[in-house]
């Protein structure tokens, strides 16, 4: 998992893993919250070592990772771990903060630590209300429903897509996008995610090309959003295409968390070979 800066760790017998959890949701905190202890004779009678972290994301817990017992716990399985040691004082809490760009890497990399709205360890801390981020200001992109986690990675329809992708440029109209200069919701971004099938990969290629196969996608009439994936200079690329409106969003990683978007984010990716490409649709 990612990286960051320590904010504070302490001894949970002075804070409890449960109490720091609900303070940083409070703020709105973004980043790493790990329990870490060991369990000696008198606990199951024997040594049993946890470690167990949550991620939160505008002050939305979104998942869990961690081991018990020399085995790992991802998503659900965590949260009830987690659940049996929110109040525990043996042990120490750490909290790490994490760019937002690094807490969607590491749900990326380990889909099945995501965790759905109404987990009870999400429930637990944040009561019946869950606290999300306010919308962007201007017009932002509704995002499907998000469904659970579920126990295997979702099955890519890889026939009939593969014959949606191979359809001849000509009969396809070449979409006229508006690009917009506001990034990427992390949030929506994250739930687009979550609900998406993969439709194609895409070694390289460039912009104009990449956008006559979001055309390709959006002439069937079945996506509401597009998600495109890619590296451009060994920076990730993020493309986000609002059907019913035309509107893409692009977004370009920085180091440090800071990201360019909008129409100069185009700049650097027009002229540009894109590489490592994925197109998502929901």
Same mark, same amino acid.
């Given at each position: ?7 504070? $760790? ?19 905190? @973004? ?5 870490? @202890? ?8 024997r040594t049993r070592s946890v470690s167990i972290s949550v991620e939160l994301l ?50 990326? @990399?380990?889909?099945?630590? $995501?965790?759905?709205?109404? !987990? ?22 509704t995002p499907p429903s998000i469904p659970k986690p579920v126990e295997s990675p ?33 949030l929506t971004l994250y739930m687009v995610i979550r609900s998406s099938t993969l ?9 104009? !090309? ?73």
């Amino acid at each position: 998992m990612s990286s960051g800066k320590v904010v504070e $760790a302490h001894d949970a017998s002075r804070k409890k893993f449960g109490e720091v959890i609900a303070e940083y949701v409070k703020k709105g905190f @973004t980043g790493r919250i790990t329990f870490r @202890t060991e369990y000696g004779m008198g606990y199951v009678g024997r040594t049993r070592s946890v470690s167990i972290s949550v991620e939160l994301l505008r002050g939305s817990i979104i998942a869990c990772r961690g081991i018990e017992g020399g085995n790992i716990v991802e998503g659900a399985d965590c949260s009830a771990s987690a659940l049996k040691h929110l109040y525990a004082s043996v042990g120490t809490v750490e909290v790490v903060e994490l760019s937002e760009d690094n807490v969607l890497l590491d749900v990326l @990399t380990f889909p099945h630590a $995501a965790l759905a709205t109404d !987990d009870k360890l999400v429930t637990t801390i944040t009561g019946a209300a869950i606290i999300m981020p306010a919308p962007p200001q201007q017009a932002p992109i509704t995002p499907p429903s998000i469904p659970k986690p579920v126990e295997s990675p979702p099955k890519i329809e890889a026939k009939p897509v593969a014959q949606q992708l191979q359809k001849p440029v000509e009969e396809v109209k070449v979409e006229e996008l508006s690009v917009t200069d506001e990034c990427i919701d992390p949030l929506t971004l994250y739930m687009v995610i979550r609900s998406s099938t993969l439709l194609g990969t895409l070694s390289e290629s460039t912009y104009s !090309d990449v956008v006559k196969k979001i055309s390709e996608a959006i002439s069937t009439g079945k996506n509401k959003l597009i998600y495109v994936s890619a590296t451009v200079d060994n920076r990730d690329v993020r493309m986000l295409v609002d059907v019913s409106t035309k509107k893409i969003y692009i977004e370009i990683g920085g180091s440090g968390g800071s990201s360019i978007c909008g129409s100069e984010a185009l700049k650097h990716v027009k002229d540009s070979k894109l590489s490592k490409i994925k197109l998502w649709s929901s």
